[in-house]
């Protein structure tokens, strides 16, 4: 059974930091890009950051560009989310996903709220 569980989400003032995990299990991690997405209340599910499977590059929205920093730890089957700079915008539900192209597995989120 493919399972992804996120953490790391909270409260933090704006200009924090936060840093999110996802926990992944019940398929070959390293075979797998992964993504993060979030969804603002009101909003459409946008896409955040894409890790490939194969040399750990990853790409970014533009509107976390330079401030959001993915990375994966195959050995933990695990990826990360680094957000820096964190502005009220950024305030969303936070989840993982297998595959960044429709993806078919999500994990259940993770809420992160900016205050200004």
């Known amino acids: 059974e493919v399972q992804l569980v996120e953490s790391g989400g909270g409260l933090v003032q704006a200009g924090g930091s936060l840093r999110l995990s996802c926990a992944a299990s019940?398929?070959?991690?390293?075979?797998?890009?992964i993504g993060w997405f979030r969804q603002a209340p009101g909003k459409e599910r946008e896409g955040v950051s894409c890790?490939?499977?194969?040399?750990?590059?990853?790409v970014y929205g533009d509107s976390v560009k330079g401030r959001f920093t993915m990375s994966r730890d195959n050995a933990k089957n695990t990826v990360y989310l680094q957000m820096n700079s964190l502005k009220p915008e950024d305030t969303a539900v936070y989840y993982c996903?297998?595959?960044?192209?429709?993806?078919?597995?999500w994990g259940q989120g993770t809420q992160v709220t900016v205050s200004s």
């Open positions: 996903a297998v595959e960044c192209e429709a993806p078919d597995y």
């Open positions: 019940g398929f070959t991690f390293d075979d797998y890009a």
């Open positions: 890790i490939s499977s194969s040399d750990g590059n990853a």
